[in-house]
């Protein structure tokens, strides 16, 4: 339907550069794809109407149907029982199958015996009172004041009037305040959508494994669930904040955040400010669970912290300081002596997830403080266990770099290095000699 020359033309109008072959044949392909479309939805308009010709109006619901403005300025009059002359549109001589809009012939004798339209008025100024003591004037210059009263009208006795009003004089009188004003754009989700949308939220609360498994594992393949993304981001940042005390809740969210991070046809990145930092609170967060004696929180930090890893590692080439904030916000927690051990344990597991170079720079190259920040805690009865879980920690993530990195298979080569060799040794003794290579 659609010719190359049609998409040339509309490229020239807009100023763009001229166009190649393939990309004006894609184009025309991809916006008949979207008018047949938006043909379709007007044809349904059409036949819920009960008419057999397609009207302007039915054009305009079906963009309104896809959150898109509706076309001003043209009428529901019909195009072939105008005139040659009058018709909106005509085909261009030489290419019949574009058309052009129809510039309206107006003689110049028309022009001259019209009379001339009259002078506009010069631009003033006026003051008045916007307010008095903290009053507003009942004055025409300011906005009508509404009370609670008129915002909130008596849904059943304004319908009780209004229909009142038709039986007895045939036009429906205007109920004050009855009537409310809409976006005249808005964003519907159809009923399957919404019935999905439901699915998943019950999913997450769910106690079916198999269940839950058929759910995420359609969130991250389904390539339909782009007028969801919104809700789905919306929806995880509410549950994290609401779920700080239940981990399994918080476990279920981290595989719907997986599911859609994982599915290629969906466009995420202008809702990863809402995601990640959701992610994040399940890392570093102090409490996770609804007692202090509740260990199913040590899971969710390291599947959030390798959640967040993907994230950057998906995104940052379109972000590029993604990866740099999350590991200047792991850093921080680490290195803050106020924080607690919690906390340092999810900065731990994270920074390891980002990558032995992240590791070597940020965890080895900050050794010296192992020994202030740990040993206190691991002296202390309360505190033993966390602070051994996170030492244990620390030295798989750190032993892991040592052992893969030739840096330090000669540890004794620069300044720098001994001195991170020497504090690692002082920190963790004899634990680190299974990660150290021999030397040649």
Not at 287 to 306: I, M, P, Q, T
Request: charged content about 25%.
């Amino acid at each position: 339907v659609l010719h190359k020359e049609t998409i040339r033309t509309i490229a020239e109008a807009h100023a763009l550069p001229e166009l190649s072959d393939d990309v004006a044949a894609l184009l025309a392909s991809d916006l008949e794809y979207r008018l047949r479309e938006i043909a379709q939805d007007a044809a349904k308009f059409m036949k819920h109407a009960k008419r057999k010709r397609l009207k302007t109006e039915d054009v305009n619901y079906a963009l309104r149907l896809r959150n898109i403005e509706p076309l001003y300025g043209y009428s529901a009059y019909d195009n072939a029982d105008l005139k040659q002359e009058e018709q909106l549109f005509k085909r261009v001589q030489g290419a019949p199958e574009i058309f052009t809009a129809a510039d309206k012939m107006v003689l110049l004798s028309d022009v001259i015996s019209s009379r001339l339209a009259k002078v506009p008025v010069d631009v003033t100024y006026t003051a008045h009172w916007l307010a008095v003591e903290g009053v507003q004037p009942a004055i025409p210059q300011n906005p009508p004041i509404q009370t609670a009263e008129e915002d909130e009208p008596d849904a059943p006795a304004a319908a009780a009037a209004a229909a009142v009003a038709g039986q007895n004089g045939g036009g429906a009188a205007p109920v004050a305040g009855a009537q409310t004003v809409k976006n005249v754009v808005r964003h519907v989700l159809s009923r399957e959508l919404q019935l999905y949308h439901q699915n998943v939220k019950d999913a997450i609360k769910s106690s079916d494994p198999q269940y839950q498994d058929e759910v995420y594992a359609g969130v991250s393949q389904d390539p339909g669930l782009h007028q969801l993304v919104p809700y789905f981001a919306q929806f995880i940042q509410e549950q994290v904040t609401s779920n700080l005390k239940h981990p399994p809740v918080l476990e279920n969210v981290l595989r719907l955040v997986e599911a859609l991070v994982a599915n290629a046809n969906l466009f995420l990145e202008p809702y990863l400010h809402q995601i990640l930092p959701a992610v994040l609170t399940c890392v570093v967060s102090k409490r996770l669970g609804e007692s202090v004696g509740d260990d199913r929180h040590w899971a969710v930090r390291v599947k959030a912290a390798k959640l967040a890893a993907a994230i950057c590692d998906k995104y940052g080439n379109k972000y590029n300081d993604i990866q740099a904030r999350t590991t200047r916000t792991m850093v921080n927690a680490f290195l803050d002596p106020t924080k607690a051990l919690t906390t340092r344990y999810g900065a731990i597991v994270c920074l390891d997830a980002l990558g032995p170079r992240v590791v070597d720079i940020f965890l080895i190259g900050n050794a010296k403080e192992f020994d202030r920040l740990l040993s206190p805690k691991l002296d202390d009865k309360n505190t033993h266990d966390d602070a051994l879980k996170i030492k244990q920690t620390l030295l798989e993530a750190v032993g892991r770099v040592i052992q893969h990195s030739a840096l330090f298979q000669d540890a004794l080569q620069g300044e720098d290095r001994q001195e991170q060799y020497k504090a690692l040794q002082d920190f963790f003794g004899e634990e680190l000699t299974p990660y150290l290579k021999p030397r040649p």
